[in-house]
Nanobody, 121 residues
Framework: QVQLVESGGGLVQPGGSLRLSCAAS????????MGWYRQAPGKERELVAI???????IYADSVKGRFTISRDNAPNTVSLQMHSLKPEDTAVYYC???????????????WGRGTQVTVSS
């Protein structure tokens, strides 16, 4: 099993910055990617940013240039540095991890509990 522990989140003013962190523990082997999704009330969960095991990154168009995702393979952590935050960034942010099973090569997704980010004046 894999456990994801998130930290960060909170209330920030528009234009402000916030950093989210996530640490993975448990059966960590052949992690394919880690990243962040978010979900606002009444909306579906959407991709925010992903970083692969090779270091490649994927960002949602809405956050490009404002958010930066980074990963540390040693403690298996992933962070999301958010700048120039907007009210529309308000959502519950979820850490996610995808790993491949050793024997079956099947991929499995794991999720954190989520942390609330509120951008408001």
């Amino acid at each position: 099993q894999v456990q994801l522990v998130e930290s960060g989140g909170g209330l920030v003013q528009p234009g402000g910055s916030l950093r989210l962190s996530c640490a993975a523990s448990g059966s960590i082997f052949k992690v394919d990617r880690m990243g962040w999704y978010r979900q606002a009330p009444g909306k579906e969960r959407e991709l925010v940013a992903i970083v692969t095991s090779s270091g490649s990154t994927i960002y949602a168009d809405s956050v490009k240039g404002r958010f930066t995702i980074s990963r540390d393979n040693a403690p298996n952590t992933v962070s999301l540095q958010m700048h120039s935050l907007k009210p529309e960034d308000t959502a519950v942010y979820y850490c996610t991890l995808r790993k491949t099973a050793v024997l079956t090569s099947a991929s499995s997704d794991y999720w954190g509990r989520g942390t609330q980010v509120t951008v408001s004046s």
